[in-house]
């Protein structure tokens, strides 16, 4: 689906950080690069036009650039992974109780917030519109409490006024949250 600049764009970030590990998953910097590929074919898939990579700059940069109704916007694209929390737990071995996974930690909310207001900012040094398309991997591997999930993420997106934020759930699957969905019809409105 990419077009051929776009995919030499991609193929280099994802390179250039192949080693970029972290404790507990290996290679996660050069995934979290591939997953601009589901930000790019979201964007392409919504009918946007001129959706494109962008090269990476000295500065805050975002990821892809597209066109709503004639008006130049982009999307920054954040990945937010497993906690330190659920990697320790995974390499234990023993039986964890579910109760960690009935609601996301304060943790999580916190790196969601600092993902979001940096991927605004990324967006708004070269225009005033776009979307922030975040990738979530939850801890909670089997999803058992999403529900739960979802309302804590649109209520917090709400309390801080976040808006124009996709955000995808895991890799595999249809679930996703979608705050401020006006997008779709009309241009994109200043964040």
Known sequence: MLDDESWEILKNKAVRHYLNHREG?????????????????????????????????????????????NTQCYCEVKTLGISDDEIIRRNSRKVINGVVYINLSAGFLNKFFKAVVTARKQIQAWGPTGLVYVMVIFDDIALDYYQNYRKQIIKFALDNGFENLFIKIGLRGNRRILHNPSFHRIAYLPQ
Request: overall charge neutral.
């Open 25 to 69: 998953q290996r290679k996660q910097g050069f995934f979290n690069q591939l997953n601009e590929a589901f930000a790019y074919r979201y964007l392409v898939g919504r009918g946007f036009s001129d959706v494109r990579f962008i090269e990476e700059g000295a500065s805050a940069t975002p990821d892809i650039q597209f066109v709503v109704h």
